[in-house]
């Protein structure tokens, strides 16, 4: 059984960062893409950034380019978002996601087999 947990939430200040960990157990993630998601209040939730495990490929939405990077830690299981020059948009629940296999449609929420719980991350003007 797959189990991801998020952690790295809090509040911040417009322009600053923070770095969300989530921390992947219960598989071998060689062959897992992981996806980081997000949801606002009253809005869908979002794709942000993805990684492929394996090899190290990563996307990222157009919104976060530039201020957000994804990278993984093969030796602790874990994949991060690191996330500078934050804005008050950027308030929501952030969600890990994995899949098992490459998929064209990373950035699709159906896409995903299993999902953290999600971490609140709060910017402030």
């Known amino acids: 059984q797959v189990q991801l947990v998020e952690s790295g939430g809090g509040l911040v200040q417009a322009g600053g960062s923070l770095r969300l960990s989530c921390a992947a157990s219960?598989?071998?993630?060689?062959?897992?893409?992981m996806g980081w998601f997000r949801q606002a209040p009253g809005k869908e939730r979002e794709f942000v950034a993805a990684?492929?495990?394996?090899?190290?490929?990563?996307y990222q939405a157009d919104s976060v380019k530039g201020r957000f990077t994804i990278s993984r830690d093969n030796a602790k299981n874990t994949v991060y978002l690191q996330m500078n020059s934050l804005k008050p948009e950027d308030t929501a629940v952030y969600y890990c996601?994995?899949?098992?296999?490459?998929?064209?449609?990373?950035?699709?929420?159906?896409?995903?087999?299993?999902w953290g719980q999600g971490t609140q991350v709060t910017v402030s003007s």
């Open positions: 996601a994995a899949r098992f296999g490459w998929s064209a449609s990373y950035y699709s929420l159906s896409a995903y087999n299993y």
């Open positions: 219960g598989r071998t993630f060689s062959s897992y893409v």
């Open positions: 990684i492929r495990w394996s090899g190290g490929s990563t």
